[in-house]
């Protein structure tokens, strides 16, 4: 299914499908998010992208579910999601979690600070690649969600590339804290929906060539490094990069963008990267997980 390069191998019906929702999503359509993370549009069915039997639009049949097994703290599948040991979990994750488990492959691992999710979404059906999240949900709910995305796990487990990911542990970037696209008061399902579509995003960017859809880009370093002259400007002004800001930014000499950069993200543009103890969580199928308290700053 993967190339060796890492980048999915799409048979013929599954990159047609990829690009129309590239298109729609460029147009400014809001496509439908199923089970299991499969995106289409309004106007399709799961049926024309992979044959299987037709089901009404935005209703979600009934996951499929594995069996759980024993990692660090106890995995739980969608069938025996019932309650977890500690109640501030319980009170804080526990319906959010098995709603989630109603509709992804999803396994939690639960610890005093709140909760690891592991979750398989397959965004372009059944016979399109996986992909592998990892969630960090922590118990104080004024501390958001992070994730990361992994296009394979095990031992050669491979990340998602950076477009689009925070700086500087390259979590995933599905959306703004400012668009309000999710609260915490949504729920992990909503969520959950995001990091798929943005999973089509990205694999529409490294297999099309360019990011669909709207994006911010706060300044001239990011920009130019990031995008391509196709794809929405990151001002938010609605018209394509290459007939926005592309020239400006070409304008502004490297050390000045640099600073700007540092002065927007507190870091420098290359300080990016997967921390080593959340890769090392893939490679080994979620058995060593890291202390949520490694990752985010926990009271």
Request: with cysteine; charged share 20%.
């Amino acid at each position: 299914m993967f190339a060796t390069c890492g980048k999915p191998r799409l048979s013929e019906v599954t990159l047609s499908h990829l690009n129309i929702l590239g298109q729609a999503i460029h147009a400014g359509i809001q496509p439908l998010v199923f089970d299991g993370g499969f995106v289409s549009l309004v106007e399709q069915r799961e049926s024309e992208v992979n044959g299987d039997a037709k089901r009404k639009s935005g209703q979600r049949p009934e996951a499929r579910t594995r069996q759980g097994q024993r990692a660090q703290g106890r995995r739980r599948s969608p069938s025996e999601a019932k309650s977890f040991r500690s109640p501030a979990v319980e009170e804080t994750h526990g319906a959010g979690f098995r709603l989630l488990a109603q509709h992804y492959e999803a396994l939690s691992f639960e610890e005093k600070d709140g909760l690891w999710v592991a979750v398989k979404a397959k965004p372009l059906g059944p016979r399109g690649p996986q992909a592998h999240f990892l969630i960090g949900v922590p118990n104080d709910q004024t501390i958001w969600p992070r994730a990361w995305a992994f296009q394979t796990i095990g031992p050669q487990a491979t990340t998602f590339p950076l477009k689009h990911t925070n700086f500087p542990d390259a979590s995933i970037c599905a959306f703004t804290l400012q668009s309000e696209a999710w609260l915490p008061a949504d729920g992990l399902l909503p969520l959950m929906d995001h990091y798929s579509l943005w999973a089509v995003k990205s694999w529409h960017r490294q297999i099309i060539g360019w990011w669909p859809g709207p994006q911010i880009g706060v300044c001239a370093l990011y920009r130019r490094n990031e995008f391509d002259a196709r794809e929405w400007c990151g001002c938010e002004s609605g018209i394509s990069y290459g007939f926005c800001h592309f020239s400006l930014d070409r304008r502004v000499p490297e050390e000045l963008a640099r600073r700007e950069f540092t002065q927007f993200f507190g870091t420098d543009y290359g300080n990016r990267q997967t921390p080593p103890s959340i890769v090392e969580a893939a490679r080994t199928r979620w058995k060593k997980l890291p202390p949520l308290s490694s990752i985010m700053s926990l009271a």
